[in-house]
């Protein structure tokens, strides 16, 4: 068997996704995802221009020979461009593997280790009654694990929270919009937040909350102190994932649930914070840290400190990486939880799945592969408009993190 095409598939049914399909002699196909949000053409350029070329006339079934052979065989290694690019053709490469042999992803991998994949979806509001309200209406969908963010009161905008009634897409203009940020407005409203939700919802409910790399590590510890007597699931990147050691200290002063990772590509971004036992779960995801071949090493590598899973999952990875990381959690024996952010029916007509959602757990179906394809007919009618991540800057104009 030998590959004999590898073409990507770009489109944008509602926010743009980058599709990798690799095809084989014998007809088999494979599906992965290529979105990296805010910057999908690097990719759609790395693999076409430089990687796909090289995946002509090889054996599709040797997956790790493939994945060295990208991988190590660079001078140019890791970062989220080459990375997003080597988990797509992984993805696919998985995909065709399990349709060879008949049965869906999670079996290939080893087997189920769950009935259900827990995940957790996003409730956003303007001020803190309007997050209530739609903890409430998830609530009533089913699920278990809820992350809450609202506005705050001074800040015209704040990550999380949605213009208008429409869902929340952080890629919102051509170039990047600019917004403003306070740490000291934020700090001082948010905990209110945690305390609402646990006097409406009780203590059976998780909480999650992502403060987006926003804080030093001192300020983080006196959020992850301040929230404790509402027991958070985590608390997600409070200090820019760049410094691993900013953890040591704010481990020193909470015992708030530590999670970190989306943004990491390799093992060697995270090695520290799980062999030192500074976070709690490892937020790396198939399509961004070099796909399911490299997705097992890093959990491997986590289980032997305790560390779970807690894949990203928001929008803008498409519904290709929802399936294939559904099947790595339905596996993965130290699983945490999944993020979920519902994709739009205009994107899951695009992208027809088999995965399904029932009271708070996924399942991922029992298709052969990952049960995820694409319509490139109908693809092919949403083409790709550029949209940007927006930037912050502090009250006196300092840019920041955003």
């Known amino acids: 068997m030998k590959i004999t095409e590898a073409k990507v598939i770009v489109c944008s049914p509602g926010r743009n996704f ?9 007809g088999v196909y494979g599906i992965g995802d290529a ?13 076409e221009d430089y990687l796909c070329p090289s ?33 797509a053709i992984d993805t ?3 995909d065709i593997k399990a349709k060879l042999a008949n049965m869906p992803l999670y079996q290939l991998l080893g087997g189920r280790s769950r009935d259900g994949v827990m995940v957790y979806t996003h409730a956003n509001g303007h001020d803190i009654e309007s997050t209530l309200e739609q903890v409430g209406k998830y609530v009533e969908k089913g699920y278990k694990a809820v992350r809450v963010q609202c506005g705050i009161p001074g800040i015209a905008s704040t990550y999380g929270v949605p213009k208008g009634n429409k869902a929340y897409e952080p890629a919102d ?38 403060v987006h790399h926003r804080l030093t590590p001192i300020e983080a510890a006196r959020l992850g102190k301040e929230v404790e007597p509402y027991h958070l699931f985590w608390l ?45 779960y490892i937020r790396t995801t198939v399509v961004h840290a070099g796909g399911i071949t490299h997705l097992r090493r890093i959990a491997d590598f986590a289980a032997l400190y305790n560390v779970r899973t807690g894949s990203h999952g928001a929008t803008d990875l498409s519904p290709v990486c929802m399936g294939a990381a559904l099947h790595f959690d339905y596996w993965v024996p130290n699983f945490g939880i999944q993020e979920h952010m519902a994709h ?20 991922p179906g029992e298709l052969p592969g990952h049960g995820v394809d694409i319509n490139e007919e109908l693809a092919a009618k949403y083409p ?18 955003w």
């Open 18 to 26: 980058v599709t990798l399909k690799i095809v084989t002699d014998e």
């Open 384 to 401: 790709y408009k550029r949209a940007c991540l927006p930037v912050a800057r502090l009250e006196d104009g300092t840019l920041w993190n």
């Open 173 to 210: 203009s051509d170039l990047p919009s600019e917004t403003s940020w306070s740490t000291e407005k934020y700090l001082n409203h948010i905990p209110q937040l945690f305390q609402e939700v646990r006097k409406q919802f009780g203590d059976d409910l998780h909480i999650l909350h992502d």
């Open 92 to 94: 696919a490469l998985w």
């Open 236 to 280: 997600e990147d409070c200090v820019p994932a760049e410094n691993q050691e900013a953890f040591k200290l704010i481990r020193q002063h909470t015992t708030t649930p530590l999670a970190v990772g989306e943004v990491f590509n390799s093992i060697h971004d995270c090695r520290e914070l799980i062999q030192n036992q500074l976070i709690d």
């Open 35 to 47: 979105t990296l949000n805010g910057r999908e053409k690097s990719v759609v350029s790395f693999l």
């Open 55 to 87: 995946l002509i006339g090889r054996d599709p079934q040797r997956i790790e020979d493939i994945w060295q052979f990208f991988y190590r065989g660079a001078y140019w290694r890791r970062g989220p461009v080459g990375m997003t690019a080597i988990a």
């Open 344 to 363: 739009s029916e205009q994107m899951l007509e695009v992208f027809p799945h088999a995965y399904r959602f029932n009271d708070g757990y996924f399942t």
